[in-house]
């Protein structure tokens, strides 16, 4: 025990005096930024891919939106995370001689990734509000487009929070992976302590203990969302 | 105001209305009645476009409003509709049920130069001056579900008058309603009527229609089959199938 209790030492020296604080704020601050726009880009992307789906298709456009649609969500739901972020970084950005850092290919992934999960979510959403909201929306002379925002979205959301939740803590979990494009976070912080001291066993515990925390202020903060949009399903 | 001509609507296969021909004068109070099924709401949701017309023509105030080319959402803000199962908006306060869509126009009504705050204070005035009508101001910030049936199907026809429409249309207004509830709402709707409004009424409270309607159309096999003034239709109905068809409602 002993032994541990040096281990411990060692990674409070680095953290405190060898720039290693620096580094985990660092990560986190990176962590966070990216789960976040992420999710924020996501959402955003799934509400608009979603609203294609369930827009009445007579017309020719919305089927060949919905078809573009199709193809994108299969496309970033069937390859893995970390091959999105390789092929964005080494291959098309390239290609197109566009130059982002890291953060901002992972920020970039992250929304389209996110975007192509969100968008069956709300789409299944959508599809649990009663239609007669629309019908109400529509027949005082909003637009369907209208209807959708100020209606029938809103309570989408409200349906679908718990799902979206779990995608956001999905979000945080999956940062882990984006050094491979050389983005500094939380891996990145513990894994140069744990270089510095050649000893990971006390910074990949931290880690650990810094991943489950975040996840717990996130499940909490959704609780009271949760709580607060539920108002309008109370009796008051 | 409202001229249906050669209104036709298939669903599929099925012929729903089959030439439908009608005239609506400012004022009338039209019951629509016939067997389950055939079409009575089909009819209805076409006079506002909620289902497209396959056929005919739906002339509101000059306007052929069946026209694909036409902005329906103008035309619909004239057109007031009361649903079966009300449909209040869930998000919204019920205050907010009725001053959504007024405020959401004039702030987008190039012509109204007033700034949104006062839109929306004026409007929020207005949508109390209707709760206060119906007797339910003190409910303005709760939200619909803390509203019982016959409280929601009121504040779903003040809903419809607050756009001020040239006529509103009701679908079974009452049918979801408790029996307790329904005298509430069909006396507000009589109240509409003494004031003028222009309504269009599926319903199968008969009671109603012989004393606020001043004409009953009975809808069967995709057409009017009748349409005459309440005594009329009631006491001496011509068409075979809706004598027949009274015989069970009336019994
Ligand atoms: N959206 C739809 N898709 C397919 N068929 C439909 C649709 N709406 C109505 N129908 C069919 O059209 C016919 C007429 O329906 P409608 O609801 O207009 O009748 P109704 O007279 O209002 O009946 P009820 O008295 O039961 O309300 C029915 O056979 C119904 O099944
Ligand atoms: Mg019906």
Redesign the interface.
């Known amino acids: 025990m002993g032994n541990f209790q040096l281990k411990i030492n060692q990674f409070v020296e680095i953290v405190m005096h060898q720039g290693g604080m620096n580094q985990i704020l660092e990560g986190l601050k990176n962590t966070v930024i990216i789960a976040v726009s992420g999710l924020i880009i996501g959402i955003i992307i799934g509400i608009l891919i979603a609203t294609v789906r369930v827009v009445p298709k007579y017309k020719l456009l919305p089927r060949i939106l919905n078809g573009f649609c199709t193809f994108y969500v299969s496309l970033f739901r069937g390859t893995p995370m970390v091959v999105q972020l390789l092929v964005f970084y080494y291959v098309l950005l390239p290609i197109i001689g566009v130059k982002l850092t890291g953060v901002q290919v992972s920020i970039l992934v992250f929304g389209l990734n996110s975007g192509a999960y969100i968008s069956e979510m709300m789409r299944a959403g959508i599809q649990s509000v ?1 239609p ?2 629309m ?9 369907f487009a ?1 209807t959708m925002r ?2 029938v979205i ?2 989408a959301i ?1 349906n679908i929070l718990p799902t979206l939740g779990n995608e956001f803590i999905q979000l945080i979990k999956e940062t882990s992976v984006v050094s491979f494009v050389g983005a500094s976070d939380l891996y990145v912080a513990f894994n140069y302590i744990g270089s510095n001291s050649y000893e990971f066993m006390v910074p990949y515990l931290a880690m650990a203990i810094i991943y489950i925390v975040l996840v717990l202020l996130i499940t909490l903060g959704i609780r009271i969302m949760e709580k607060q949009l539920r ?6 | 105001m409202l001229d249906v001509i050669d209104l036709k609507k298939n669903f599929d296969d099925q012929t729903v209305l089959d030439g439908i021909n009608i005239h609506i004068n400012k004022g009338d109070i039209v019951v629509v009645t016939g067997p389950s099924g055939s079409g009575k709401s089909t009819f209805l949701r076409c006079l ?1 476009c ?1 289902e497209d017309p396959d056929g005919g023509q739906i002339i509101f105030n000059g306007v052929d409003i069946a026209d694909m080319k036409v902005d329906i ?5 004239h057109m ?2 009361v ?1 079966q ?8 306060t019920v205050l907010q049920n009725i001053s ?2 007024p405020i ?2 004039r702030t987008k009504d190039k012509n109204d130069k007033t700034p949104k705050k006062e839109i929306i204070a004026e409007e929020n005035v207005k949508a109390l001056e209707l709760l206060e009508r119906i007797g339910l101001q003190d409910k303005a910030g ?2 619909p ?2 509203l019982s049936g016959g409280q929601k199907q009121r504040v ?1 026809i003040v ?2 008058l607050a ?1 001020n429409p040239d006529m509103i249309l009701f679908d079974e207004p009452t049918s979801a309603l408790d029996p307790e509830m329904v005298g509430e709402v069909l006396d507000l709707m009589k109240e509409l009527a003494k004031e003028g409004m222009t309504m269009v009424i599926v319903t199968h409270e008969m009671g109603f229609a012989k004393e606020v309607a001043n004409r009953v159309i009975f809808i069967d096999e995709g057409i009017i089959k009748e349409d005459a003034p309440p005594k009329e239709f009631f006491e001496n109905p011509k068409d075979p199938r809706l004598k027949e068809f009274l015989s069970k409602v009336l019994m």
Do not use: C, W
Request: hydrophobic share 40%.
């Open positions: 009663d007669g909201q019908e109400a929306g529509r027949a005082v002379g909003l637009s209208t100020m209606i809103p309570q409200k108002k309008s399903d109370k009796r008051n | 506002n909620m959402n103008v035309h619909r803000r007031g509709m649903f199962h009300f449909n209040l908006f869930n998000n919204k959504l869509a959401y126009v709760m939200y579900v803390t779903a809903r419809a756009m």
